[in-house]
């Protein structure tokens, strides 16, 4: 295992120390602040290490910003128990704090009647460029304070289709393609539905908030701009394998009031097989709100 995947996996290993009670290790994956991505998918393995379900639905709020040099505390509060759906409310502590609540259901798959919309078409990822690649090619145009930052490689494979899947832009878009799938393939230990729902949650989180700053042509790098997820909300659809390419299509559609409302769906194998929303913050000029 390489070190990259060996920190993913690092990162879904969490501690019990009670019945619903469980410790998580941190990284400074994008600075100081805890990627939100992590907080999501290590809430799914604590709420799935209480039940025998697979989720079908998470919704969640980041509530404040958490440190990504200490461990996170998940506290799993049962909710529901029948016998078709599970519910639970997970919440994350550091130093005595919420800094992360969640909501998240499980149940057993059922037959029933199938429809879905069309899968957006894209080039395959075969031929397409890494997002290393690409970071390297744009290196230049990021200031030095921020390049070492963002040179650093993600645990997570990405191949965009365009310059629309890269963080700058040198014109408007509504919205772009990518796709993702674990570096390796999963080891046998982890080969498990509730580590592959933790993984694409983790995914989901990465390039979602952008998708409401393309369309005026911003990215993270924007002067003035202060951005932050405010929530988070996952359905999962079909079963799926993190380690197998998974074609994500991410979109905003409305931007209003410093908040932005961006949407993702990833497909696998012709199936749509998990959907996403988010709204997130998206101020322009400095202020003392909170």
Known sequence: MDALTHELFHLLKLEKIDSYLFKAPSLPLFGSRIFGG???AQSIIASSSTCNKPVHSLH????????ADSTVLYEVQQLRKSPAFYTAQI???QQGEIIFSAFISHCDPEDAPHY?????EAVPPE???TEEEWKAEYADQVPEPYREIFLTPFNIEIRPVSTAGFV??????????EYLKTLEDIPPEFNQTMFHQAIVAYMSDYELLTAALKPHAMSYLSPGLISASLDHSLYFHQPFAADQWLKYS???TISSNARGMNSGQFWQNGLLVCSCTQESLMRIAITNKS
């Open 116 to 120: 879905q919309q069309a899968e957006p």
């Open 60 to 67: 969640a709020y980041f509530l404040k910003a958490g440190d």
């Open 168 to 177: 700058i832009l040198p014109h408007a878009v509504t919205g772009h393609i």
């Open 250 to 252: 991410i979109e905003s």
């Open 38 to 40: 992590q907080l999501l």
């Open 91 to 93: 919440r994350a502590f």
């Open 127 to 129: 031929a397409l460029k």
